[in-house]
């Protein structure tokens, strides 16, 4: 399986960004969909799932009600729209999938068996 994750750049505080990672190599819609960050000296840290359809949804509470996390199963890609970036934002974004036999703990990163090779977002203030 191949995750290819796109979109990151730099932005300024205040601004957005859509980040895109395309699944090849495995039935899309048999896997919860992650999106994971790690901020330089800092562990990665869980920011949102999806489940298998997108009709559940999951988020940090850093990020709730900024970013949102939607899946297009025909295309086999999951998005992360980021709103009202900040410059604790800043951080190389990962996206993850795991098998739907999982039940919860979406923010588990051990959980997820695939992983994408990352996308650097910077917010600059």
């Known amino acids: 399986v191949q995750l290819q994750a796109s979109g990151g750049g730099l932005v300024q505080a205040g601004g957005s960004l859509r980040l895109s990672c395309a699944v090849s190599g495995r039935t899309f819609s048999s896997n919860d969909m992650g999106w994971f960050r790690q901020a330089p000296g800092k562990e990665r840290e869980f920011v949102a799932a999806a489940n298998w359809n997108g009709g559940n949804t999951y988020y940090a509470d850093s990020v709730k009600g900024r970013f949102t996390i939607s899946r297009d199963n025909s295309k086999s890609t999951v998005y992360l729209q980021m709103n009202s970036l900040k410059p604790d934002d800043t951080a190389v974004y990962y996206c993850?999938?795991?098998?739907?036999?999982?039940?919860?703990?979406?923010?588990?990163?051990?959980?997820?068996?695939?992983w994408g090779q990352g996308t650097l977002v910077t917010v600059s203030s």
């Open positions: 993850a999938a795991r098998p739907t036999r999982h039940i919860g703990r979406y923010y588990k990163a051990d959980l997820y068996d695939a």
